[in-house]
């Protein structure tokens, strides 16, 4: 991979909550218009490392953090935390639309909470280029005016993913996107998330193995707040360098 290519890189990343050191000299970069899948057990650090990026962290009392995240060259730590969060969309594990908007005013809420106004036109065509973007708009829009609320719990995640894309991010992360869903909404959200990576660099944490071989280009491998090993997704499956890695592949634990 060239140097061109990555457009997140993570430095020397150490994070502490109290006296707690939950993510230890993390260096990792991500690359462009690819899936990267973040996976390890259970209390490893991997929602916090997804959440260093688009500062959420940043709300945890007695959080310390050392080391250099950069966005396309930028140092995330010195952007105002509401641009990364333009910059950087991210999904969480139980679909959460807003249930007060309507499936339209999901779509445009991060314009909304960033007080932008949009003409009408933009609107319209953001909430139906989004949508379609996140394989929603044939389902919904005959409701569109219609609450969030009476869609299935896939399409819901599927709002989700179009709210985030709403804002044209550079970087979508999603926490384990489908553990909350039926097969076939999950294996709609997999269909979606090969799709989107022509336009936007996703890194996904997922506890499913067959999820990340499906559809992840990378794989990194935490364990105990450490990155113990990190590549390409066929290469670290077939042929792991590390022992805890091949363990938790083969379901020795986690
Ligand atoms: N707000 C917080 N305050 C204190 N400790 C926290 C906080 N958030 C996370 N931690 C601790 O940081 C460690 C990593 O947690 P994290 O949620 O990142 O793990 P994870 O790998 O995402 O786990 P899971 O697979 O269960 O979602 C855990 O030991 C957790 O207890
Ligand atoms: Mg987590």
Known sequence: MSKNSVVLEVEKLNLYINDH??????DIAFYKNKVTAIMG????????????VNRLNDLIPGLKSTGSLSLNQQNLLELNPIQVRREVGMVFQRPNPFPTMSIYENVLAGYYLNGI????????????????????????KDNIHRKGTFLSGGQQQRLC??????????ILLLDE???????????????LIIELKSKVTIIMVTHNIGQASRVSDFTAFLYLGELV???????????????????YLTRKFG
């Not at 057990?41 to 260093?52: D, F, M, V």
């Not at 993913?161 to 550079?170: D, Q, S, T, V, Y």
């Not at 996107?177 to 269909?191: F, R």
């Open 21 to 26: 050191h939950i993510l230890k000299d993390i």
């Open 41 to 52: 057990p259970s209390g490893c650090g991997k929602t916090t490392l997804i959440r260093s």
């Open 117 to 140: 106004k949009l003409s009408k036109d933009d609107k319209e065509r953001i909430v139906t280029e989004s949508l379609q973007q996140a394989a929603l708009f044939d389902e919904v």
């Open 161 to 170: 993913i179009a709210r985030a894309l709403a804002m044209n991010p550079k």
């Open 177 to 191: 996107p489908t553990s909350a869903l039926d097969p076939k909404s999950t294996a709609s959200i997999e269909q």
């Open 229 to 247: 090993e990190y590549g390409p997704t066929q290469t670290l499956f077939t042929n792991p360098k590390h022992t805890k890695t091949e363990e």
